[in-house]
């Protein structure tokens, strides 16, 4: 769903396009397509740079995002390319065919997240209740902060497969799986694999939140907290699931609609990476 309302962004501004040239024709008759598409294409960049602009002044969490300026163009472009036709003397075949061409690509280009995510739900779907095996193209996608990963190939505990994740020295450092299927119930424990590759011991933070976890605040006390320490080599790691269904103050947890599972470490002195294996439910 996330990924389909990014290229709703295409899908309304290739409308704006038609509706606002639909009310401008006769007064533009006489100018040139190319000089046509420029102008639109600027009323369109204005527009999107507007409205990121704003967001960045709302309370709903949103936030600004140029590819969403960048997908308003692609409307615009898609506009010209499959309905503002040029007049037969106003420009060279050869353009038009080149330029309908080049909005095609654009657009397979800014669908594949789209079909990409449709694949791996897919995917996760079979998976379940293995939530993340890292065997699959494109399971990395599921995460927040996939800039921090990287597949690993040696340092492997099961399957072919692993993720190295980098953490940095920031407050706050980790990754979150936030798309999976979320009913948890029935399932007694949450079994993960982390490696240390240090000779010293290293305090991991894990945290689970469900869908009305941000009705609450966000806060810390309505969502499980757990902190564990990492020996050096391969940890196999166990959340007990009665803990998580009790983990909110004043309310149990929805474990029919579990939305986040993250890890993390705290203020590390120099940065540092582990490796993560095998996140799976079991009953």
């Not at 939530?131 to 599921?142: K, M, S």
């Not at 399957?159 to 990754?175: D, E, N, W, Y």
């Not at 993250?262 to 540092?272: E, S």
Request: hydrophobic fraction near 45%.
């Amino acid at each position: 769903m996330q990924a389909a309302w990014d290229l709703g962004h295409t899908l309304f501004f290739a409308i704006a396009t038609l509706w606002l040239y639909g009310l401008i024709k006769k007064r533009v008759a006489h100018h040139s397509w190319i000089r046509l598409f420029l102008f639109f294409s600027l009323v369109v960049l204005g527009c999107g740079m507007l409205v990121e602009f704003l967001q960045g002044y709302t309370t709903g969490g949103r936030s600004p995002d140029m590819m969403d300026v960048l997908r308003n163009q692609l409307g615009c472009m898609l506009a010209f390319a499959c309905c503002i036709r040029p007049h037969r003397n106003d420009t060279p075949p050869m353009v038009a065919w080149l330029f309908s061409g080049a909005a095609l690509v654009l657009l397979v280009i800014a669908a594949w997240p789209l079909a990409r995510a449709v694949i791996d739900e897919q995917l996760a779907i079979r998976q379940f209740p293995v939530l993340a095996d890292f065997e699959t193209p494109f399971e990395q996608y599921r995460w927040v902060n996939t800039q921090q990963m990287r597949t690993e190939t040696v340092l492997v505990r099961h399957g072919k497969k692993a993720m190295r994740v980098q953490l940095s020295t920031a407050k706050f450092s980790g990754i979150a799986l936030f798309f999976f299927p979320g009913n948890w119930q029935g399932y007694r424990s949450l079994h993960c694999s982390i490696y240390n590759p240090r000779s010293t011991a290293l305090s991991l933070n894990f945290r689970i939140h469900d869908a009305r976890h941000k009705q609450h605040g966000s806060e810390f006390s309505d969502r499980f907290n757990k902190q564990v320490t990492l020996h050096q080599g391969w940890n196999d790691l166990a959340i007990d699931l009665d803990k998580v269904r009790n983990a909110p103050r004043g309310r149990p947890m929805d474990m029919g609609h579990i939305e986040g599972f993250g890890l993390f470490v705290v203020q590390q002195a120099k940065p540092m990476e582990i490796i993560l294996d095998h996140i799976a439910l079991a009953r």
